[in-house]
């Protein structure tokens, strides 16, 4: 059997995988394979306070209706591409026509562990940790990273007391510049979040009646939670030896092939027909945060992890299943969004934290905007939803920031 | 004819909807989503629904799809 596809992990990426190949009328045998036994579920809602109903990807009974395998509660092993052959942690090895790895991320490990303290990742884990903040108390974020902040929000409005503890003074100006950054912190201050800027965590112990957190200016805060939010990470450890090249992630070319599966850059493509379940004939792709795509120039490309980046993968990988002679690259705009303290950011395209952008404001709604000394490559919107969108499509069709500023307050531009 | 619905109260205004089908979708200037048409002929089908799995907030559906 080697016209059907296999998809490690039942992620954002691989059920948009799915769900395209489906809708774009492929008729083969389709296995979605993850290591959680949940129903495929939605990630970015688990720090934004939307718990109680987690946002399925993809129930039981659709999968059904779609014809679609759903292997859950099996985590993939070990990969042979030679002989086309995925090992599951049940022992079994399922044979694939085309194998796609779309197994995300995991949350960076805590250096501490133990009762009340918390990573977030998974939906195990948001659910753990909603558990302790419904009780409110005090909570300590270490990281504020935007799950961090996220964190920090929801919690906020759950009653706790917080603080948010991270080794930057400015932990968004990482991401958007530093004054955008700024706009950012004010937000949390306002909210009543007590910030430790700057300070490193040198020690987390166990007391009777919670947690202390020493900090490195000789600081102890005492906390009945923890959050360690201090990024994430590939987990590749399975592709030991399969041949794949793994650093960083999996290294694939412009359209998602793993680069050193046996018939990538050989010339060999599938021979499939829509429809007729033969695709792919032995190639691996990759897509979402643990996929390194080239660029569209073939020259080394980064791990996104965006979820948008994720979805536009699969459909890319999709299409190029189906039609391997028309191989498809990504083309939309990247855009990553965090909601805090009621608020709405959202980073568009490149955008260079280095680089001082051109702020447009309305009211207490701001848009920053950079450009290559004509054309708008990136922008940041605070709770400015037609700013962003006026900057996506200025992105997206390379039109100048006057023309942005133009459409989102005609006055300034009139000046 | 699948029928699109959006979730007022879950909608950001991220508005990758509009950007995916701008003939169905629209945002005020408020970043709240508009519908330009709910009823989806079989011919948008696909689109739509793609454009509405894009929603970062998960507010918008396409029953019977």
Known sequence: MTGDVVIVGASVAGVALARTLRSSGFTGRVRLVDRETEEPYDKPPLSKGRLEEPVRLLTRPEAERLGLELLLGVEATGLDTAARRLALSDGSRIGYGALVIATGVRARRSPWIGPGVHVLRTLADARALHADLAQGGDLVVVGAGFIGAEVASTAIDQGCRVTLV?????????????????????????????????????????????????????????????????????????????????????????????????????????????????????????????????????????????????????????????????????????????????????????????????????????????????????????????????????????????????????????? | MPILKADAAACQGYASCVIAADDYFDIDDDGLVVLLSTEVPEADRERVDRAARACPAAALRLEGA
């Open chain 1, 166 to 415: 991270d080794p930057l003074t400015s932990p968004p100006a990482r991401v958007v510049g530093q004054s955008v950054g700024d706009r950012i912190l004010t937000w949390h201050e306002r909210a009543g979040v007590n910030l430790r800027l700057g300070r490193v965590v040198e020690a987390l112990d166990q007391l009777a009646d919670g947690i202390s957190v020493r900090l490195d200016d000789g600081e102890v805060l005492r906390a009945d939670h923890v959050v360690v939010g201090i990024g994430a990470e590939v987990d590749v450890d399975w592709l030991a030896g399969s041949g794949l090249h793994l650093e960083d992630g999996i290294a694939c070319d412009p359209h998602g092939r793993a680069l050193g599966a046996d018939d990538v850059g050989e010339g060999r493509v599938g021979e499939g027909r829509v429809g007729e379940g033969r695709v792919g004939e032995g190639q691996v792709f990759a897509a979402g945060d643990v996929a390194r795509w080239a660029a569209a120039d073939g020259a080394p490309g980064r791990r996104i992890e965006h979820w948008n980046s994720a979805q536009e993968q699969a459909r890319c990988i999709a299409a190029t299943l189906l039609d391997p002679e028309r191989p498809q690259s990504p083309s939309a705009v990247p855009m990553v969004w965090s909601d805090q303290h009621g608020r709405t950011v959202q980073v568009l395209g490149a955008v260079d934290p280095g680089v001082e952008p051109r702020l447009v404001e309305d009211g207490d709604r701001l848009l920053a905007l950079w450009d290559d000394g004509g054309r708008v490559t990136g922008a940041v919107s605070l709770g400015w939803p037609r700013g962003a969108l006026a900057a996506r499509r200025a992105i997206a069709n390379g039109a100048a920031v006057t023309a942005v500023v133009d459409t989102v307050a005609p006055r300034e531009a009139a000046r």
